[in-house]
C-alpha cells in the first residue's frame, strides 16, 4: 500500500514542490499551512489542514495517519535580518519542531520516518575545506540556529521514531529560493561575481531534493545526519560564468555591494560576500543514490530550457 506522507511547510518553496511531486509518485500526500485559504486552489488535489506551529499542537490525528513526516516550515532567510526578524527565524524553525515532536509523543509513533530540514549553514564559513557530515561546525547565528533546530527534530528518537536530518545546500529551482532572486539580475546583464569570487556554493537541483527525499522514504536503512548538496560544489564565480552563458547574458562586472544591500540588507550581504561553504554529500553517495544533476551546468540548463 501506497504511503502516507505529511509535509508541514508544504507550501513553501521545496514544500510544493516536494508535494507534487510525492503527489505524482501515487504517495497520499496531507499538506499543512497557517493559512490554507490562501493556497486552496493551486493543491485542490491535497488534503490541507490549517496549523499555525507557533501557536498550536501538531494535530496527533496527522501523525497517526502519517508513515513519513516531512518538516520543510521556516522564515525565509533571505530578507534584511532585523532583530525582530532573527527571533522570527528561529522561532519559526524550532517551536515548529518541537511541537511535531511533542505530537509524537502522544500517539503510537513507533517505525514512523521523520525527515527534517536543515542547512549546511550548520557548519560555518570555512573557506575552501572540503566538509562532510563528521566536519566540525560552527558557531555564526545560522550555525547556531540550525544546530538547535536540528538537537529538536532528534528529539523525536525517544518515541520510536526513525529521524533523518537533511542539510540542505542552496536549492536551485525556477520559481523560487537564490535562482529567482538572481534571475532578474542576470537577464537584464547585470549579474557578476560576488567580491573575489572564490567562495564555494553548495547547491542541489530541487528535483534531486525531491529524488533525495523519496529515496529515504523508500529505504529502511535512511537515518542520521545527511549533506543533501550535489557533488561538485562550484566557487561563485564559476557559477556565475555559466549561469551567465545558459542564459546568454554577459556578466562582466562584479555585482555592486549598494545592489546586493538593497536585495539583501546589510546582515546576509556581509554573508554572502564573505561565506564560503564547501560540502560533499558523503553519507548519500555511500548510501548508493544517484544525482541526476550532479553538474551545474546541466541543472541550469535543465532549469532554463525553453
Ligand atoms: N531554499 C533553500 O535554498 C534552502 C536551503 C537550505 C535549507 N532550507 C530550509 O528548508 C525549509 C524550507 O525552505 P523554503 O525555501 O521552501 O522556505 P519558504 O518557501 O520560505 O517557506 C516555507 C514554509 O514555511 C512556512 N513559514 C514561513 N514563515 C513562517 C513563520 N514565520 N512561522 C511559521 N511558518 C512559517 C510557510 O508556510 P505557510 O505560510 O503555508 O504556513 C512556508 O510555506 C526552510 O526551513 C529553509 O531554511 C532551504
Known amino acids: ?42 493543491f485542490k488535489n491535497f488534503e490541507i489542514f490549517k496549523w499555525n506551529p507557533l501557536t498550536e499542537d501538531f494535530p496527533a490525528e496527522i501523525i497517526e495517519r502519517s508513515d513519513v513526516v516531512l518538516n520543510f516550515i521556516g522564515e525565509n532567510i533571505s530578507k534584511r535580518w532585523t532583530e525582530d526578524v532573527k527571533r522570527k527565524l528561529r522561532e519559526s524553525r524550532i517551536i515548529s519542531t518541537r511541537k511535531i515532536v511533542n505530537s509524537f509523543s502522544r500517539v503510537d509513533s513507533k517505525g514512523k520516518l521523520f525527515i527534517s530540514a536543515s542547512a549546511i549553514g550548520i557548519y560555518g564559513s570555512k573557506r575552501d575545506e572540503l566538509l562532510d557530515e563528521n566536519s566540525s561546525l560552527g558557531d555564526d547565528f545560522l550555525a547556531q540556529l540550525c544546530k538547535d533546530w536540528e538537537a529538536e527534530a532528534g528529539k523525536a528518537e525517544q518515541y520510536g521514531v526513525r529521524v533523518a536530518i537533511l542539510r540542505i545546500g542552496i536549492v536551485l529551482g525556477k520559481n523560487g529560493g537564490f535562482l529567482a532572486r538572481l534571475y532578474p539580475l542576470f537577464k537584464l546583464g547585470l549579474g557578476g561575481k560576488i567580491g573575489d569570487g572564490r567562495a564555494w556554493m553548495s547547491w542541489i537541483h530541487i528535483d534531486d531534493l525531491a529524488r533525495v527525499v523519496k529515496f529515504g522514504v523508500e529505504n529502511e536503512n535512511f537515518s542520521g545526519v545527511y549533506n ?79
Open 1 to 42: 500500500m501506497q504511503k502516507t506522507i505529511s509535509i508541514a511547510g508544504g507550501t513553501g518553496f521545496i514544500g510544493r514542490h516536494l508535494s507534487k511531486e510525492l503527489l505524482k509518485d501515487g504517495y497520499k500526500v496531507l499538506i499543512s499551512s497557517r493559512n490554507p485559504d490562501r493556497v486552496r486552489d493551486e
Open 228 to 306: 543533501v548538496v550535489s557533488p561538485n560544489p562550484v566557487t561563485n564565480e564559476e557559477f556565475t560564468k555559466i549561469f551567465a552563458k545558459v542564459l546568454k547574458r554577459p556578466a562582466i562586472l562584479p555585482v555592486p555591494v549598494f545592489a546586493l544591500k538593497i536585495l539583501f540588507g546589510k546582515e546576509l550581504t556581509e554573508i554572502a560576500l564573505t561565506s564560503s561553504i564547501r560540502v560533499k554529500p558523503a553519507r548519500l553517495l555511500e548510501a548508493g543514490f544517484e544525482f541526476k544533476y550532479p553538474e551545474i551546468e546541466l541543472a541550469l540548463r535543465d532549469l532554463f530550457k525553453k
